[in-house]
């Protein structure tokens, strides 16, 4: 078994069969090459037979009553799993065809990030299949128009050319000026391997895939972690010598929604303290890059941190006098 794709879903019922309909149309053989679980994280109406397609694989289901986070989620999915690589899924992607096999060609050492791609004309509905608004937002659908140009249907996914859609979809997980900035920089660092020492912060969330030895040898997802907890750990892996790297062709259109996936972390205080209880100098760097692309103007410019490669410099500086980075 070569890979095991690992979706967490969680109240995207819509999405994940449209999910589940690009997955079928995968080049790999479902049989003995790669499998699917499943893990429906709490959902309010939990995922059930109707909610996957009756063509194409059949996902090994994993139901939470109550949701236990993403990191935890995705532990669970690991745990389950038989294939050499670890393929991290959200239900609201689809993938291109070939992308399950063009990560399950990655070596034991590689991390491997696919390109991701977003279509923006999802964004208010509920369900993309019938332009169905989400509570709220039925003012804002009507003001479209002929919804036409932005549905997703089923038909579009399993028999329309992959390329239809790609030709409706723009660069980055989310639209808007900051998230393509940012996902330019990663890719481009990642293609000219210039950041070694930062390489980790270009890890992604989904479309994203990791050995399995070496993701249980780490102990997975820190579960005090929900956001970004892609990016820790991808750093301890890296220090463990991965390296993450562009899985070229392996294309993730992202079904934009309202709102995000929001999990609660009872006890927990936010996801840059636990990050920086575990790794201070890496927090306090990555978040001046980001604050950087934001246009922060509370950072002098000498402490911002506009590239990949620069963050790379600091953190080697650090690194060799083992003092903090400025």
């Not at 998230?179 to 930062?198: D, G, T, V, W």
């Not at 950072?299 to 400025?326: C, M, V, W, Y």
Request: proline content about 5%; charged content about 25%; some cysteine.
């Amino acid at each position: 078994m070569q890979v095991t794709v690992i979706i967490i879903t969680k109240n995207e019922q819509p999405r994940l069969r449209l999910c589940l309909c690009a997955l079928a149309r995968q080049t790999v053989d479902w049989r003995d090459q790669a499998e699917i679980i499943l893990v429906d994280d709490g959902s309010s109406v939990a995922v059930g037979s109707a909610d996957i397609p009756d063509t194409g694989p059949r996902p090994r289901l994993i139901r939470h009553d109550r949701s236990v986070g993403r990191s935890a989620a995705r532990n669970v999915g690991a745990q389950a799993a038989k294939g050499r690589r670890l393929l991290f899924l959200d239900g609201d992607v689809l993938l291109s065809p070939e992308a399950v096999g063009r990560h399950g060609c990655l070596a034991d050492d590689e991390l491997g990030r696919g390109e991701q791609r977003h279509l923006r004309g999802t964004r208010f509905f509920l369900d993309p299949r019938t332009g169905t608004p989400w509570p709220g937002k039925e003012a804002r659908v009507r003001g479209m128009g002929d919804l036409t140009p932005y549905l997703v249907t089923e038909e579009m996914v399993v028999d329309a050319p992959y390329q239809t859609l790609l030709a409706r979809s723009d660069v980055a997980i989310y639209p808007g000026a900051a998230a393509r900035k940012l996902y330019e920089l990663e890719m481009s660092a990642l293609r000219a391997r210039s950041a070694p020492l930062a390489q980790w912060m270009a890890a992604a969330g989904h479309n994203f895939s990791i050995p399995r030895e070496a993701f249980a040898a780490a102990g997975g997802f820190a579960q005090d972690i929900s956001i970004n907890e892609h990016r820790e750990l991808a750093l301890r892996l890296c220090r463990s010598g991965a390296r993450v790297v562009v899985v070229e062709g392996a294309v993730s259109l992202h079904l934009t929604h309202r709102e995000g996936y929001r999990d609660p972390l009872s006890g927990e205080d936010d996801w840059e303290q636990a990050f920086a209880r575990r790794h201070p100098l890496e927090t306090e760097i990555m978040m001046r890059f980001w604050r950087t692309l934001a246009g922060d103007d509370r950072l002098a410019p000498g402490e911002r941190i506009a590239t990949l490669e620069r963050a790379d410099e600091l953190l080697r500086s650090a690194q060799a006098g083992g003092g903090p980075a400025s």
